[in-house]
Structure formats: C-alpha cells, structure tokens
C-alpha cells in the first residue's frame, strides 16, 4: 500500500500577478511550498526538496538580490524538509529517489541533504539548467546554489514509472519550464492522486484556464494544464496544486498521512 504525506517546505510572500498572468500587480499572497513524501513497498520517494533552511536567515545570499526581492520568505523555523521528514521518523537517509519536478529555488532547495538518495529529473529540465549556468539568455532561471552539487542526478526522458507497478507514474508536463514534471499516484483500486507542481499554482488557474506569469514556453504550458484538466475532470483524479493557500488549509499534513 502506498501512502502520501504532505510536508512543508517553506511560505512565500508575493504578488497575485505572478500565479495570474491576467491580473496588475498590487495584491500580496502568502502561499505554500508544498513537498511530498510517498512511501512505496520498495522505497520511500520525496517529490521536492523546497526551499533552502539558510534562505530564511539570509535571503538574499541564498536567492539573490531579485528573487529575495520578488518572493519573501514567510517560514517558520521547521518548515523546511529535514525538519518535516523527521516529523515522521525520517530522514535524508531513508530516502531511495527524490523526483525534482523542476529547477526553481522553491523545489530544490533541499536537494543537498540527499546524499544517498537517486535524483529523478527530466532530461530538458537539466539541460536547460546546465545551459543556463553557463551563460545562455532565456526566460528560464534555474537556480544552481540548489541544484548543482555531486548528486546522483538520473535523467528521465517522458513519462516514467518509478517502480514499474503503475503506482507512482511521473508525467511530463513541460512549459511552466524546459523540462517540469508532475506525479501520478494510482493506488491499487484507490482514485488517482496527481501532485501538478508548478505546472498548475492553484485551482484558480486550473478553473480559469489562466496561465502565471512565470512561463518558458506558454503553448506547451497550456498543452500540460488541459492535460491536468483532464485527469481531473474526465479521469476523476483527486489534483493537489503546486502553490494553493486555500487547498493548503486543508489538507492533512505531515505527521498525518494524507491518504
Ligand atoms: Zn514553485
């Protein structure tokens, strides 16, 4: 049996413009940074890392000068992934595959810790990163303080199920960047559980059919989030979004299983 925990990895301040391309700037969210422990028969798997402890205490050495501007941090202390893996006993250790849906501060923030751990990353997704680090224009700004450590990054190439049992099935939802992914949990003759990441901020855009206003590629962006739709309203599948305050409240978190 699979179960999902829901783990807290940080809370960003910032403007309703960024999650909607639609609207002026000038209102402020608080919103989550969700990550997500799925323990597996044969491992236990981590679906992002957040953000970085030090990014509260020093913003803008961990994050830079802009984004420290764009996104302030709202953390508490403990709401950081080592932190909430130890909530249930854990830690980086028992960790067998962490799956990066893509490479923005707030999703792989943690990936340090994980030493031991298998990284899962789409192939265009570190690709575009690495191309990025070495100076290529674009609007992609991978962040490499987080990412680019000695770590045992395995590139996935399209859809790929982790265990080969058709339980945790990652899917490739690329626009939001290069090379993001989402997660499928389909639990033997339970409804399916997909975790979107940013390639959905909030129910909102799913709703509205509106796009944020961080996007590489916005045709490919809006292909994944109809391709999300679908698995929700055509395929039944419960859909937890990448940055939703109000969902955020209320979902069972971790130490509380969340299914
Ligand atoms: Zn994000």
């Known amino acids: 049996m699979v179960s999902v925990h829901v783990l807290c990895g940080g809370y960003v301040d910032l403007d309703r413009s960024v999650f909607f391309s639609d609207e002026g ?64 006993g854990l830690g980086p250790g028992d960790v067998r595959y962490v799956v990066n849906s893509h490479l923005h501060f707030d999703h792989c923030g943690g990936n340090e810790f994980f030493l031991r751990s298998t990284f899962l990353v789409q192939r265009p ?11 290529a224009t674009g609007r992609y700004s991978p962040s490499p303080i987080d990412f680019d450590h000695p770590l045992d990054y395995q590139m996935v190439d399209g ?22 992914q989402s997660l499928a949990v389909r639990r033997g003759g339970g409804a399916e559980l997909v975790l979107t990441a940013d390639a959905c901020y909030t129910r909102e855009n799913m709703d509205r059919g509106v796009l944020p206003g961080v996007v590489w590629d916005a045709g490919e962006m809006a292909h994944s989030l109809a391709r999300l739709r679908a698995m929700r309203d055509r395929g039944g599948a419960t859909v937890i979004y990448g940055h939703d305050t109000a969902q955020w409240e209320e979902l069972r978190r971790a130490p509380d299983a969340l299914a």
């Open 25 to 88: 700037p000038g209102t402020r969210v608080t919103a989550p940074v969700p990550c997500f422990l799925v323990v597996h028969p044969r491992g236990v798997v981590l679906f992002d890392t957040g953000i970085h402890r030090s990014a509260l205490t020093d913003p803008v050495g961990r994050l830079g000068e802009r984004r420290a501007r764009l996104f302030r941090l709202r953390s508490r202390p403990g709401d950081e992934v080592v932190s909430q893996l130890a909530l249930l």
């Open 125 to 135: 997704e570190m690709e575009a990163a690495r191309a990025a680090m070495a100076g």
């Open 159 to 180: 859809e790929h199920d982790i265990f080969g049992d058709g339980q945790l099935v990652l899917v490739p939802t690329y626009g939001h960047t290069p090379g993001h």
